[in-house]
């Protein structure tokens, strides 16, 4: 960090920070100049709950194709840390489905009786009212009933495959989830680590996702990479894995803490590096949390 001084005699310098804390001679006028000690920095922030959390480093890869999302996280040499298990419920949430259209075909007959009968006799708003909700909200009762009917989709992340060693919990929060989806973070106590928000709205042109603390503290948003690249992909797909959907980490002025990055692999593989955050502004444990959720919770 560069340290401006200014000499008695009016000059000015810039000087590298290796210069903190010294007396230098002034060029021009010779006169001693007492260069300021640099501010004491800021403390690292020290990570909370399990070891394997330590780290800035993440690696997940996806462990085989299967009916539950599955993943092994590993350090930067490969050493396997913990294990990571988000179910789909085919079944549930399949039959969920059903009763959602059910519901929808429902709603269709109920208010296409009522249209049919008050159409005669009906002004045009009322009959036009009748006929979009007849549509439209036929399709919006099927993914309202089908959001209610369904199971919740909580992630749990143990030591390993073996399940015996809880390490983290992240708790979808509501089964409907219109505009938000909302995640609780907690630690095997339940005690809350932080949340996870994705606003539907805000992702049309480019996804983004919001990390508070658990008082509800912003402290930071992750977002894909390149609104142009993007842009592309909604119109492109992956196309064949070359348009990969990675993303960035801000905190709230907008600097660089971290990446969540795809690796072209048959199976999903990716990395999660917080190395910019080196103050640890952000928890760990929510940060892994972040990045299971920018795979899973984006059906990439």
């Not at 009906?122 to 009762?141: D, E």
């Not at 905190?251 to 955050?277: H, I, P, Q, W």
Request: glycine share 8%.
């Amino acid at each position: 960090m560069p340290i401006n001084v200014t000499c008695a005699c009016g000059s000015s310098y810039t000087l590298k920070d290796e210069y903190a804390g010294s007396q230098l001679a002034c060029p021009k006028c010779g006169a001693a100049i007492t260069v300021p000690a640099l501010p004491p920095a800021p403390p690292v922030r020290a990570q909370e709950g399990d070891p394997a959390f330590a780290r800035d480093k993440f690696l997940l890869n996806q462990r085989h194709l299967a009916i539950n999302e599955k993943y092994g996280v590993a350090d930067e040499e490969g050493k396997e840390l913990m294990y990571v298990e988000r179910p789909r419920y085919v079944l549930v949430n399949t039959l969920a489905l059903f009763g959602g259209i059910a519901a929808g075909l429902v709603n269709y007959l109920v208010f296409g009786t009522i249209l049919h009968a008050v159409k005669p006799y009906g002004s045009f708003f009322v009959t036009g009212t009748l006929s979009l909700w007849t549509l439209f909200g036929s399709f919006f009762v099927i993914v309202l009933a089908a959001q209610a009917l369904s199971r919740k989709r909580h992630v749990h992340i143990y030591r390993d495959d073996t399940k015996g060693e809880l390490l983290l919990k992240v708790l979808q929060e509501r089964k409907i989830q219109i505009l938000t989806a909302g995640y609780t973070v907690t630690d095997p106590d339940d005690k809350a680590i932080g949340r996870l928000e994705k606003k539907y709205l805000h992702n049309i042109l480019r996804k983004r996702w919001y990390g508070h603390g658990p008082d509800g503290t912003g402290l930071f948003i992750a977002k894909e990479d390149s609104i142009i690249l993007a842009i592309l992909r909604r119109f492109l797909g992956s196309f064949f894995g070359l348009l990969r959907t990675n993303f960035i980490v801000l905190g709230r002025d907008g600097a660089l803490l971290g990446e969540f990055n795809r690796k072209m692999t048959v199976l999903d593989r990716y990395v999660l590096d917080m190395s910019e955050d080196s103050l640890r502004s952000v928890d760990r444990r929510l940060a892994l949390a972040l990045g299971v959720m920018l795979d899973s919770g984006e059906k990439r």
